[in-house]
């Protein structure tokens, strides 16, 4: 396992608790065009000089684009047909839920990402917004999964359960997401039992905690990849969020000020606050 952190000061790559510079060849959108991502870096370990731990983080991506699956957790299905219900959309949720096909949709360019300790956004026509806890899926420019990080699938939930047809709306704004800390590269994907957590404060104080397991994801996660490389082509790769677990009571919704915490092992803590 090696971690991946873009800084302002380029990338770090951090192994075994060690840092360290890589050549100047290496992006992430070179790792992200490898067909071995995992070897390209253990190559470059070998080659790298020691550096110290990354500050002034950024985002870990460059030219890739963010894509999400949702309806992946039965915790989400119910949400969305109780808050569509009255726009006659809450059967279209439960028969995603069934499906053979996922539920996919464009989430993102990298310059309406935010990275780790900056500003996320809620839409100014919107009055309940939350955000969504996702395990990101790294899928390299073959279709491949490599590696995972953090997301933040900000939502506008009022503006989605009008009507389905808005979910382009109510996902996809300037600073809608964000990802980090870190990019995680392993063959290994984390378990079932692995927890993924979220604390959103406000004034200080915790006003909303959850927690789930990767193992309430009812798809596989590389049959979210293969659907999503299916008819189409990322010559990049590509981020994928895999849907969320976690959602705050109906009578909660996000203020400016608002600090949200999303945590998974290995990849740390994803800090970000509402602006």
Known sequence: MIRVYSSARGLILESNGAYYSPPGHLSLD?????????????????????????????APLQS?????????????????????????????????????????FFKATPHRVAAPGA??????????????PEL??????????????LGNDMS???????????????????????LGPCLVVSEILPGPETALRIEIRRGGAPVFQGETTLGQIKRPLPSLADWLFRDNSFPSGAYLMTGTGIVPPDTFTLQRGDEIRITLEPVGTLQNTVG
Do not use: H
């Open 119 to 132: 500003l996320v956004r809620i839409r100014s026509d919107s009055r309940w917004n939350v955000p969504e």
């Open 30 to 58: 070179t790792l992200f065009r490898a067909a071995a991502p995992g070897d390209l870096l253990r190559g470059c370990l070998v080659t790298a000089t020691p550096a110290s731990a990354p500050r002034e983080l950024r």
């Open 156 to 178: 506008s939930r009022d503006i989605e359960g009008e009507n389905p047809l808005y979910l382009p709306q109510a996902k996809v704004y300037d600073r809608s997401a964000a």
């Open 136 to 149: 990101t899926l790294a899928v390299n420019a073959a279709g491949r999964i490599f590696g995972y990080t």
């Open 64 to 104: 890739q684009e963010v894509w999400a699956a949702g309806v992946t957790y039965l915790r989400s299905k119910s949400a969305r047909m109780a808050e569509s219900k009255d726009a006659g959309g809450g059967t279209f949720y439960d028969r995603v839920y069934e499906a053979d096909r996922p539920e996919l």
